[in-house]
Nanobody, 115 residues
Framework: QVQLVESGGGLVQAGGSLRLSCAVS????????IGWYRQVSGKQRELVAR???????TYADSVKGRFTISRDNAKNTVYLQMNSLKPEDTAVYYC?????????WGKGTLVTVSS
């Protein structure tokens, strides 16, 4: 059973930075795709960034130039470096992965950006 565990969320002032981490366990196979979504209470979960094997790295327009997703295969970990944070980036951030057409989600980590 694939498990995704996020860490690194917290409270930061606008303009600051945070780095989220997602540790992947439970699979000897590399996930076909992995990334980050976020959700604000009462709204739909939205894609932030994702990496697909053999495909492009995708970012939401709202985070391009500020967020960077990266993957350390040796550590089975994916990161989301978030710079120039804005209050509208406040959300619960979820790690997401796909293996053999099955989607897996972490439990989420809260990011709060104060103005």
């Amino acid at each position: 059973q694939v498990q995704l565990v996020e860490s690194g969320g917290g409270l930061v002032q606008a303009g600051g930075s945070l780095r989220l981490s997602c540790a992947v366990s439970g699979s000897t196979f590399r996930l076909n795709a992995i990334g980050w979504y976020r959700q604000v209470s009462g709204k739909q979960r939205e894609l932030v960034a994702r990496i697909s094997d053999g495909g492009p790295t995708t970012y939401a327009d709202s985070v391009k130039g500020r967020f960077t997703i990266s993957r350390d295969n040796a550590k089975n970990t994916v990161y989301l470096q978030m710079n120039s944070l804005k209050p509208e980036d406040t959300a619960v951030y979820y790690c997401w992965g796909v293996l053999r057409a099955m989607a897996y989600w972490g439990k989420g980590t809260l990011v709060t950006v104060s103005s």
